[in-house]
């Protein structure tokens, strides 16, 4: 454990440090979240719960009421097939007890995931997470609009629509697992945090499709990220930083203390990783603390807060370097660089 007070506040909760394990399909043993508060993680996001599950879940029990089975004593003790317990094997009434166990065996705060894209009815599953226990819930409106008729103004106001439903439903903390493909990513971060977000997770990572050349075929295999896929994420929050009245986390790229470091400049207050977690384990949270501590040591910084958003847009004197200055410095500097 590190010696540095590393205190961060997030969402209005306090935790031990800036270093938060993102949602995956191990935050869903209670073993892999308890190692994570032992190596000294300052939260978890436990795995999404999915839209398709509440809703399968939903048509399930709707068929068996329907059936008159109701009335059957072997009716209540009814549990869904092991088909809609989503991709982790946690369907929703596990996922629930998930919550209440992990806030009975960690101290940290643990924030849940909801995972869907139509403002509908399942939104409403948000408040039985809030009496599970949950100190905050994410969103992750995960939406890809293959439809070339819809414009983008329906599909920011889609994002806006499920935040509005999960908002209404919830008092606690709800943070918006934010996309990076809107035309205008600090309006939308506005909106949201207008439409009652408490935090920006910045940004999620969508997966597209590969094509497999020899067996002719679509391939959907899950690639962890590397740190230069960072630079997307630390660009608009090093522009969000001090200008949105919410919590910003960074995410996406975390391999070492440098990107953790690099995050706190940009003016995260939290940084999340999924991606180091499943390569290294968990144990490999004390190494990233002990680098953070011995980086901090190393310059005197005392605290994160003396190093966030030292970088952001609205710190630095001569922000060019974040806008279209700066595209065209760097191809004059190559092209300067690379000339015969
Ligand atoms: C195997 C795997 C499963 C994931 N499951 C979820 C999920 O259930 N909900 C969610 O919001 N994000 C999920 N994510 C996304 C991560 O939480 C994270 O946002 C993404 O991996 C980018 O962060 P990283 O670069 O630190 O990996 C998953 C990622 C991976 C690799």
Redesign the pocket.
């Known amino acids: 454990m590190p010696d540095m007070n590393l205190t961060t506040r997030y969402l209005g909760l306090t935790l031990r440090n800036p270093l938060v394990a ?4 191990a935050n869903a043993e209670l073993g892999h979240l308890k190692a994570l508060e032992d190596a000294g993680i300052g939260a978890v ?1 436990l ?2 719960l ?1 839209e398709e599950q509440l809703l399968a879940h939903r048509e399930s029990i709707d068929a068996i009421l329907a059936q008159g089975e109701a009335n059957n004593p072997e009716a209540q003790n009814y549990h869904p097939p092991l088909a809609l317990d989503g ?2 094997g946690v369907g929703p009434q596990s996922y629930l007890e998930l919550i209440r166990t992990a806030k009975a065996a960690l101290d940290i705060p643990v924030l849940a ?1 909801l ?1 869907g894209s139509t403002p509908s009815g399942w939104t409403d599953y948000a408040a039985q997470i809030e009496q599970a226990g949950a100190d905050a819930l ?1 969103l ?1 409106i ?1 939406y890809v609009p293959i439809d070339i008729e819809q414009p983008g103004s329906a599909i920011e106001q889609r994002y806006l629509d499920v935040l509005a439903d999960v908002r209404r439903t919830v008092k606690i903390p709800v943070v918006v ?1 934010m996309p990076p493909y809107f035309s205008s990513i600090g309006n939308m971060a506005q909106r949201f945090v207008d439409a009652g977000a408490n935090g920006l ?1 910045i940004f ?2 969508y997966l597209q499709p590969d094509i497999d050349l020899l067996r002719m075929q679509l391939s959907s295999e ?1 690639q ?2 590397q740190p230069a ?2 630079r997307l994420s630390l660009l608009w929050t090093a522009v969000l930083a001090g200008r949105v009245k919410c919590s910003l986390a960074g ?4 391999e070492t203390v440098d990107e953790v470091i690099k995050y706190l400049l940009a003016g995260a207050d939290v940084v ?5 977690l ?1 390569r290294h384990g968990p144990g490999y949270i004390s190494t990233l603390l002990a680098d953070l501590d011995a980086w901090f040591e190393a310059r005197q910084v005392g605290s994160p807060d003396n190093l966030r958003g030292v970088m952001s847009h609205s710190r630095l004197r001569k922000p060019d370097v974040y806008e279209r200055a700066n595209y065209i410095h760097l191809i004059e500097h190559y092209a300067s660089s690379h000339r015969r």
């Not at 993102?22 to 399909?25: D, F, I, L, M």
Request: net charge neutral.
């Open positions: 993102s949602p995956s399909p996001v795995p999404s999915f991709p982790y995931s995972n994410e992750n995960y697992k997770v999620n990572r899950l962890l990220s896929e960072m995410s996406t790229g975390v999340m990783t999924t991606a180091a499943l």
